[in-house]
């Protein structure tokens, strides 16, 4: 059940760009409590966990190659951690606790410092108890500008979630440990949110030309998405510009942490444009594009590729070392068993444990790495889903080339959705020295089993 539209709000919502600043010590990205106005106006304001003072938090944006310098100040009553997501980072800053570093206490700080050497749409969120503090509102923006911008009206960063409130209060429940959850889709809420508010409005133009970065911050949902009185193109998916833009006809998903930068036109005749999620019971309008003025006589024709980013060439996949990895467990198709460390323990034992699922037979990260390869070699991964829900597997440091069922190379990706029953493959340049997270996307599903990792050296 979701809260649905009912109120109109007045504020616009528009994105704010900070300045890098250039000076000794870092900028803080200062994690704390504060308070926000997330459900419909009527309702309280809900307490948030967040980077600076708003979810999301503060926006960062960055020239292609530049470097991104940041203290996390630590105010929550949690140790935390930040990864940066998509970056194909230098593993000492991937911020994954107990893999590339330390989880940052409570009144402590860590200093973040790195390169980011793709233009495009990231983000970034705590991967501490991630499964907790992303749901309480711990994640930003990182945008990485081209050197040539696309010839856009707007650029706008749209960030969409999921909170789970008690209807009453509109305070987060705190029910992460919930079985069900974990067992079954993840955890899923009841109110949709753009940039932290129910269903807000941007200003808009008759025949404007605007870029959405759309990133999926939520913890489980997998959203449908789909546009009305706006039409244009998909031009890049996780940040990485597709080589030709992809015409939108009709919804297109976008799983927990991946992103799709849209390029569209204002093409409504009425006063209001609409983004909305597409669920089983109907349709929720996520956010408005509200009418004013008219920026051109007619619609701008056609669109161009981003410029491509500094990906490596995946060669001749033929070649490639070949892997499975079996996403396994989950209701209905329960764990018989699975390994945890050294030890093989019964299904009944590992749900007792709060795992419920499996990666090759390992309900958490093992101690060897699934795939221990060669700098600069190349991989070919089957995902194969034995589970009965839909997974989002997020490899980190890398992206990573969908391999198409006609076995053509499709779109570069760091996160992809493998549906209930379905196998995916993907081709891999393991290129970034270090030890890399690999996992399941939806945060109840890594908590619960769904952690691997791999080796590049
Ligand atoms: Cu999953």
């Not at 630590?74 to 980072?89: E, K």
């Not at 849209?262 to 996520?286: C, F, P, Q």
């Not at 700098?375 to 997974?391: D, P, Q, Y």
Request: aromatic share 8%; with cysteine.
């Amino acid at each position: 059940m979701l809260f649905t539209r009912r109120h109109i709000l007045k504020t616009a919502a528009a994105a704010t760009i900070l300045p890098v600043a250039a000076r000794a010590g870092y900028p803080p990205l200062k994690a704390h409590l504060s308070r926000q106005r997330v459900a419909p106006e009527g309702f309280p304001d809900t307490t948030v966990w967040s980077y600076g003072d708003t979810v999301p938090g503060t926006i960062i944006k960055v020239d292609q190659g530049a470097r991104v310098q940041r203290k996390l100040v630590n105010d929550l009553p949690q140790p935390t951690s930040v990864h940066w997501h998509g970056i194909r980072i230098d593993n000492a800053m991937d911020g994954v606790p107990g893999l590339t570093q330390d989880a940052v206490a409570p009144g402590s700080s860590f200093d973040y410092d790195f390169v980011a050497p793709d233009a495009g749409t990231y983000w970034y969120h705590a991967h501490n108890q991630s499964m907790e503090q992303v749901a309480r509102g711990l994640y930003g923006p990182l945008i990485v500008a081209e050197a040539t911008a696309p010839d856009v009206d707007q650029d706008l960063v749209l960030m969409l979630d999921d909170w789970r409130l008690n209807p009453e209060t509109a305070q987060i429940t705190d029910d992460f440990d919930n079985g069900h959850d974990l067992s079954h889709a993840g955890r899923l809420g009841n109110i949709l949110t753009v940039n932290g508010s129910f269903d807000p409005a941007f200003a808009v133009r008759r025949n404007e030309r605007l870029r959405l970065r759309l990133v999926n911050a939520s913890n489980a949902r997998i959203f449908d998405l789909d546009l009305d009185g706006l039409a244009g193109w998909i031009v890049a998916l996780d940040g990485m510009p597709l080589e030709t833009p992809l015409r939108l006809s009709g919804s297109f998903p976008l799983a927990p942490a991946q992103r799709a930068d849209l390029i569209l036109d204002v093409i409504t005749e009425d006063e209001t444009a609409s983004l909305v999620s597409v669920e089983r019971d109907g349709s929720y309008g996520l956010a408005r594009f509200e009418v004013g003025g008219t920026a051109a006589g007619a619609r701008r024709q056609g669109v161009s590729a981003l410029p491509p980013n500094p990906l490596p060439e995946i060669g001749n996949i033929q070649e490639a070392q070949t892997h499975q990895m079996r996403l396994q467990g989950g209701a209905m198709r329960w764990l018989e068993s699975a390994r945890l460390g050294e030890t093989e323990l019964s299904g009944r034992e590992l749900a007792q444990l709060g795992k419920f699922w499996a990666l090759n037979g390992y309900a958490e990260r093992p101690e060897d790495p699934f795939l221990d390869a060669a700098v600069g070699s190349l991989h070919r991964i089957e995902f194969v889903n034995e589970s009965a829900f839909a997974h989002a597997m997020h490899l980190h440091g890398h992206h990573f080339r969908l391999i198409l069922d006609d076995g053509s190379l499709g779109p570069w990706r760091d996160t992809v959705l493998v549906g209930r029953g379905q196998a995916r493959q993907i081709a891999l340049i393991a290129d970034n020295p270090g030890n890399w997270l690999l996992h399941c996307h939806m945060l109840g599903h890594a908590v619960s089993g769904m952690m691997s990792w791999f080796r590049v050296s």
